[in-house]
């Protein structure tokens, strides 16, 4: 079979994992290759993304000792989304196929020969998608199905339970080039991109060493980027807000007039500190969501490059 994969894998401060996920890897890719399922070509792309520990060593270690294995350095640690989108953009210029994976080997790397089954079958994008949130906390799997849902009400066309292990072809990578944008939310951008696609189900495991690169804080900003990168309608449901508050506000006023004529004009205090904070609270919300958007477009408008490398180990093929 002469169908290249390359597999690119976004490590930052991994080292307590990656002989393993190498280890795991060069077995799987051993197997695909001697079923003929992917050409001996094939190759694996790890991402360092400025670790602060020994990743990077050990990762030119591992090229050292098997030239399978490949190495981009980024100058910087610029977040998950950008190291994964950097080693899919060098990653085709030699590849047919490219899987994206995690290092921690949360993602069942079984899945990859279905994967690459449905490739073959015909299909450019395979989603992989947890079939259950088991290795999970309550709160998680919680938050986590609520933001899907969140998305979805948006507008934002996701695939429910899939995080960032997925196949893609090469001509759907390169379509994703030229979306530019630079507050980057892949898994909102694949389904955008069109082309035939299929879902595998994966049983996801817990990471293999290490924690989570992934805080509340930094999940929740990008819980906010996945919403204000792809969707316009928090905008939108602020104005149909605010039309709705000054309805009602002229309401409020007949009211007002009423009573006054009426002679029972003795107004609460309390009514009128309850709407100075409701309005205030609201205005400063709206300011704020507008505010998000303007500073995307500020951001968008540098236009800045999203990726730097400082360094990149192939073989010479
Ligand atoms: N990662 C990265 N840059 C970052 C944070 C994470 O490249 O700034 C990588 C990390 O090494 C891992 C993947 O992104 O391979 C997913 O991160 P993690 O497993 O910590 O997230 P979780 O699975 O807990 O959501
Ligand atoms: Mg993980």
């Known amino acids: 079979m002469d169908k290249i994969l390359y597999m690119v894998v976004p490590c930052y401060n991994e080292e307590q994992v990656l002989e393993e996920t190498t280890r795991r890897l060069s077995e799987k890719y051993d197997a695909l290759m001697k079923a003929d399922k992917i050409s001996p070509k094939s190759r694996i792309i790890y991402v360092n993304d400025g670790s602060k520990d020994n990743t ?35 990653a085709k210029e030699d590849a047919d196929m490219v899987i994206c ?9 079984d899945a990859i020969d279905e994967m690459v089954d449905r490739y073959h079958e015909g299909f450019d994008i395979v989603y992989g998608v947890r079939n259950s949130r088991k290795t999970d906390t309550f709160f998680k799997r919680f938050t986590a199905q609520a933001y899907y849902k969140l998305l979805l009400f948006m507008g934002v066309d996701i695939v429910y339970n899939h995080a960032d292990f997925r196949l893609m072809s090469k001509r759907v990578l390169n379509e994703m080039e030229n ?13 955008m991109i ?19 690169k992934y805080p509340l804080k930094k999940m929740l900003h990008f819980a906010f980027d996945g919403i204000t ?52 609270g609201l205005q400063i919300l709206a300011i704020g969501v507008i505010g998000e958007y303007i500073g995307k477009i500020y951001m968008e408008t540098k236009s800045r490059p999203r990726f730097i490398v400082q360094e990149y180990l192939k073989d010479e093929d």
């Open 56 to 90: 990077w060593k050990i990762i030119e270690d591992i090229h050292k000792n098997n030239k399978m294995f490949r190495g981009i350095c980024l100058s910087r640690n610029r977040g998950h989304q950008n190291a994964v989108l950097c080693g899919l953009m060098y």
């Open 101 to 109: 994976m995690d290092a921690d080997l949360q993602d069942d790397i």
């Open 179 to 191: 979306y530019k944008e630079v507050n980057l939310f892949l898994r909102g951008i694949v389904p």
């Open 194 to 212: 069109g082309f035939p696609s299929t879902n595998v189900y994966y049983e996801r495991h817990e990471r293999f060493a290490g924690e989570s």
């Open 229 to 280: 990168s792809l969707s316009v309608k928090p905008i939108r449901l602020i104005t149909t807000l605010g039309s709705v508050i000054f309805l009602f506000s002229i309401v409020m006023l007949l009211y007002s007039i009423i009573v006054h004529l009426t002679g029972r004009s003795m107004i609460g205090w309390s009514s009128i500190m309850v709407s100075v904070w409701a309005l205030g």
